[in-house]
């Protein structure tokens, strides 16, 4: 009864699965196996768009069909379609054994073993869509200008230029594109998307031209504001520094001084004075950057919201500190003569008179 159970669980997550990614009417004939046409024309087109986005090299260096779909059907489109299959789960990688084993056939004809195949080529799919969309960054070396700072400021250059095109939504370019034309293209991409915004929302903060004397002004204004932001962060990596140092002071910490380092060591590298804001972030900046929001406001509330948030300390000790509950002292008075200074108690001496003569 639980196998049945979980075996219609996995259906129903197939069946949306592939109604996420735009194959409707999924029959239940396919998680038969692979005796069964749907299920090999399903497994087949699956195949061929993940050859269509590049995660086949098989696909992009021959130009053959993943999975040819036989028109008879018979035993012999069954065993065709399972060597081709087998050579198409072994370029995947796929890490199911009992897939990748050497008798897929059998595997096959239990219904859990088909449904586990659809949902790894499902799987692979939506990575590959992904990985369209938003591929990696990884700038070719070959591409950046040999030197230092020059280096540096290709890789830069490119960087921005990958983050442009994927916020687009554009492929990659072909290398050895003109930059004129990428430019053209970046044009008419933009002025695509343009009408598509609410009326207003990309009005300029900096709404008026600058000549020469205000761009000088500029400069130093942002050399100016980037030398406190540097000191300011100084002070706060100081004070970071501080605080993980103290961590290391306890004796439990002594067992797990190296894990503690291996962790906190590469994220400090990354954090570095120098702040990377320049003049064209102003250039870029929009009016709707100088509406100040509260930090306690509902808006704000919901993107640094988390779950310490509702995590109450425990009973601490009192350490005092608190003016309004101390009582101011009173003076004491003590008697003159407790230190055994002055004339001694109890007797009074006065002065003889003198006789009259």
């Known amino acids: ?158 960087q921005e230029l990958i983050l442009t095109l994927q916020a687009l939504g554009m492929p990659r370019p072909i290398p050895g594109t003109p930059a004129s034309r990428l430019l053209w293209e970046l044009h008419a991409k933009i002025s695509e998307l343009l009408p598509s915004l609410p009326p207003g929302s990309l009005q300029p903060l900096l709404s008026y031209s600058l000549d020469a004397p205000r761009w000088e002004a500029l400069e130093s204004l942002c050399q100016s504001l980037r030398g406190q932001y540097c000191c300011r962060r100084c002070l706060l990596l100081k004070r970071l520094d501080l605080t993980t140092s103290a961590f290391h002071w306890s004796d439990q910490a002594e067992a797990q001084g190296e894990a503690m380092k291996a962790v906190l060591i590469p994220i400090r590298q990354t954090l570095t004075p120098e702040s990377d804001i320049s003049i064209a972030h102003v250039l870029a900046a929009r009016a709707d950057l100088s509406c100040l929001v509260p930090a306690t406001s509902k808006a704000a509330r919901q993107r640094t919201c988390c779950a310490i948030n509702k995590v109450l300390m425990g009973n601490v000790p009192d350490r005092g500190g608190r003016p309004n509950e101390l009582e101011a002292p009173m003076p004491t008075w003590k008697s003159r003569r407790e230190d055994g200074g002055g004339r001694k108690a109890g007797r009074q001496c006065w002065g003889r008179k003198k006789k009259k003569k």
Not at 50 to 67: C, I, Q, S, Y
Not at 83 to 95: D, N, T, V
Request: aromatic share 4%.
């Open 1 to 158: 009864m639980e196998g049945a159970e979980a075996g219609a669980r996995e259906g129903a997550a197939l069946a949306r699965d592939l109604l996420a990614l735009g194959y409707e009417g999924f029959p239940g004939t396919a998680a038969v196996g692979p005796s069964c046409s749907d299920f090999r024309a399903l497994c087949a087109r699956l195949a061929a768009e993940l050859a269509t986005l590049g995660a086949l090299k098989r696909e992009r260096e021959e130009g053959a069909e993943v999975l040819v779909l036989s028109a008879s059907d018979g035993p012999g489109a069954e065993e065709e379609f399972l060597g081709q299959l087998a050579g198409l789960l072994r370029e995947l990688h796929c890490p199911d054994r009992a897939l990748c084993g050497g008798d897929c056939a059998s595997a096959l004809r239990e219904p859990s073993a088909s449904l586990r195949l659809l949902r790894f080529l499902c799987t692979e799919l939506q990575a590959a869509r992904l990985l369209r969309l938003h591929p990696p960054l990884n700038p070719s070396p070959a591409a950046l200008p040999p030197g230092g700072k020059e280096a540096e400021e290709g890789a830069g250059m490119v």
